[in-house]
């Protein structure tokens, strides 16, 4: 949220406030009880597509990824490792080069390639393992891989996604203000007029609710919203 919206909020917030405290002068006329009904609802969306705008970052999913990417490559490095050492140790070069093909540079590899090479690294791991019983390769250090592999695709293109939803919300929070801006300027300051002289503290009142300034700044600051006509 940006200065402006804050302060937008902050006098929405006021004048609900300012409606609250005095709700038993207007609760009886139905045309304010549904504006003032609206304006608390809208308030409260204020803060939620605020909030998620705020959620929206991607740096937290982009650092937990790169993290994830880290901790495969080290696990597939010890298959590696394995079926290297059995490959060499059976002058397989065939294995040696479709295994170094698969596993190597991983850390180099682009993300969308990741899955495939993994996927296909470890139906060959697979496919050796009754040879390598005697390397303590297990299904548990497979499927660990498996696992770890599994956690890293889903997070492929989640911070696209994340900014994707932080943009909506910012389009949607933008409407929302207006829209209650609008509410307030067009309907209820139209409608409070009628206390201007039969209730002056409380139409005093709500016109000083329209005009909310910075907090802690000085009485120089310009008010967030034209106050109602005098």
């Not at 300012?18 to 409260?44: E, P, R, T, Y």
């Not at 682009?110 to 019983?133: G, H, S």
């Not at 250090?141 to 932080?166: H, Y």
Request: hydrophobic share 40%.
């Amino acid at each position: 949220m940006n200065k402006t919206q804050s302060k937008d909020t902050r006098m929405f917030a006021a004048t609900d406030e300012c409606m609250n405290l005095n709700q038993v002068k207007w609760m009886n006329i139905l045309a304010i009880v549904l504006i003032k009904d609206k304006l608390a609802q809208n308030i409260g969306a204020i803060k939620g597509y605020d909030q998620k705008k705020s959620s929206s970052s991607s740096n937290p999913v982009t650092t937990n990824k790169d993290k994830l990417k880290e901790l495969l490559g080290v696990k597939l490095e010890v298959l590696e490792g394995i079926v290297l050492s059995y490959a060499y140790a059976n002058k397989m070069s065939e294995l040696v080069k479709k295994v170094e093909l698969l596993a190597n540079g991983f850390s180099k590899k682009r993300e969308t390639d990741i899955e495939p090479n993994v996927k296909t690294f470890l139906e060959l791991v697979r496919e050796l393992q009754p040879q390598l019983a005697g390397y303590e390769l297990t299904e548990e250090m497979i499927a660990d891989v498996e696992n770890t592999r599994d956690q890293f695709v889903a997070l492929v293109g989640a911070p696209r996604t994340t900014i994707v939803q932080g943009s909506s919300a910012t389009s949607q929070l933008e409407i929302l203000i207006k829209e209650t801006k609008d509410l307030l300027t067009q309907q209820l300051d139209n409608l409070m007029l009628r206390f201007k002289t039969s209730d002056a503290e409380f139409y005093n009142s709500y016109v000083q609710s329209r005009m909310v300034v910075e907090p802690a700044t000085s009485h120089h600051d310009k008010p967030a919203e034209t106050p109602p006509a005098a």
